[in-house]
């Protein structure tokens, strides 16, 4: 069946979550992660090693497009500051945890942790040794927007013991890159690349995206060319999500500049050919890895995931996040800080943990969660693997119910067989169209979400 890509595309006007978590963030309640401090803390003491996240909310810059919890800053102090609060939150969690779990990997993220300076990088280390066993080596990953690296840069990011870098392009034409505030030549970014290559990191990405105002299909294409040609490990190609009303700031982009939903998907089309045609494997719906990376290979391996950094080879049972608005998760469910950086900052000086928001997972939500974390990474899921993980009476409902959406499924988009469940081919991008109509939340819940492609 020929899939009717605009019927598709205009029954879906609302949005669609991204399935970055399952039930999305926006389920979250208050309270709800204060109340799983304890059980969180007794599982990073009984897992073999644990995942840390730190958020750095801040940037030298205002990217209009940016959907992230950050915030610029002139001035230097107040990253001082913070630095100094999520020290002490990391350390509020060492005396918490009693013990010193073992770390497998290390992500910073944000904002853009590439503005710190050599104390601030030093500052949370030395927290983060304290409260934690770094004697594994862990896969240290760190944000870098390449505008903020000055002649110093990379080596401070390499004493905080830096494995992987990961650059923020977006679009180099520089119209583009005008209409969403931010200049960065080719030049300054091949220029970046290759100091972290000397420097010895052996595993950089690079996040561009398509769907952005005035970007025309030429000037996305010549985008993708010399994201190309810089050959990074990975590439991350997003669909710009515009959310106005949860973003102020992207007001600043018109409407009327924006391309439609039509051209989003052929970019995205056009964009994931040329990278694949360049040798790269494509991972879920918007990552692509040399075939020798890490994530290229836990993708064939059955052994992908996916979190709030996207798609991910990281299978730690349990993950902390330290710093505004991080996310903590675990079997028993999810746990966010305060978002906004000024209520973070007084809990942590008030001696509490910082979480303001979380959600214990049922049965039925892990069972949920599972099934839409296989559509998003392996588009599909056998039947008999549901039953292996949940037993046969658990995963019963969803089993009925992937027959179900299969059988009512008139757009081509997904089949049954005896043994499981798949998106056809041809409709992987609509991969999050499919998710939802397992998402329980969803159903009971009104949310507003970026587009589907
Ligand atoms: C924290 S930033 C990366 C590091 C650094 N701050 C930078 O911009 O270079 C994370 C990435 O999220 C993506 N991103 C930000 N806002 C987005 C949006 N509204 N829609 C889709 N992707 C977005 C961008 O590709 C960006 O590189
Ligand atoms: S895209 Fe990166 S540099 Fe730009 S505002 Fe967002 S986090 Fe900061």
Avoid at 153 to 161: H, K, P, Q, T, Y
Avoid at 351 to 370: C, F, K, M
Avoid at 421 to 448: C, H, N, S, Y
């Amino acid at each position: 069946m020929t899939l009717d890509v605009e019927r598709i595309l205009a029954q879906q006007s609302s949005g669609l979550p991204r399935y970055t978590s399952y039930p999305p963030a926006n389920h979250f309640v208050p309270g709800g992660g204060a109340a799983l401090t304890d059980a969180l803390a007794q599982a990073a003491r009984e897992a073999d090693a644990v995942s840390l996240y730190i958020h750095i909310p801040f940037c030298d810059r205002m990217c209009w497009f940016c959907g992230c919890h950050t915030k610029q800053v002139q001035r230097h102090d107040p990253v001082v500051t913070y630095i100094g609060d999520l020290v002490e939150e990391i350390a509020l969690w060492g005396r918490k945890l009693g013990q010193r779990p073992k770390v497998s990997k290390l992500h910073l993220g944000g904002g853009s942790p590439s503005l710190l300076q050599a104390q601030d990088l030093a500052a949370i280390r030395q927290a983060l040794h304290a409260a934690f066993d770094f004697s594994s080596e862990p896969e240290v990953s760190i944000e870098i927007d390449p505008s903020d690296v000055k002649s110093a840069s990379i080596d401070n990011l390499m004493a905080v013991g830096m494995t992987r870098a990961s650059i923020g392009v977006q679009d180099f034409d520089p119209v583009v890159q005008a209409a969403i505030n931010r200049p960065q030549s080719f030049e300054l970014t091949r220029d970046i690349v290759e100091a972290l290559r000397a420097a010895g990191i052996g595993s950089i990405n690079i996040d561009a995206l398509y769907g952005l105002p005035l970007q025309t299909q030429d000037r996305f294409v010549r985008t993708v060319e010399q994201v190309i040609a810089l050959q990074p490990d990975r590439i991350a190609l997003f669909g710009y999500a515009h959310v106005p009303w949860m973003k102020t700031h992207q007001r600043m982009i018109k409407d009327e500049d924006l391309p439609n939903g039509l051209q989003r998907f052929h970019d995205a089309e056009v964009g994931s050919a040329m990278i694949a045609r360049a040798g790269y494997q494509v991972i879920g719906i918007d990552h692509f890895a040399k075939p020798d990376d890490s994530l290229a290979i836990a993708a064939r391996n059955g052994k992908l995931h996916r979190n709030f950094q996207g798609y991910t080879d990281d299978d730690a049972a349990v993950r902390l996040g330290f710093g505004a608005s991080a996310i903590g998760c675990f079997d028993g469910g999810f746990v966010q800080n305060e978002v906004a950086t000024g209520r973070y900052q007084d809990m942590v000086r008030k001696g509490s943990i910082p979480l303001a928001r979380g959600l214990a997972l049922n049965e039925e939500d892990r069972l949920y969660g599972r099934v839409i974390e296989l559509l998003m990474c392996d588009f599909g899921f056998a039947y008999g693997q549901l039953e292996r993980e949940f037993g046969p009476a658990v995963a019963a409902p969803a089993i009925s119910l992937a027959r179900k959406v299969a059988a009512l499924d008139k757009d081509g988009l997904c089949r049954s067989s005896t043994t499981g469940f798949e998106m056809t081919p041809d409709a992987r991008p609509f991969v999050r169209i499919v998710a939802a109509r397992f998402d329980q939340w969803l159903q009971r819940t009104e949310g507003k979400y970026s587009k589907v492609v």
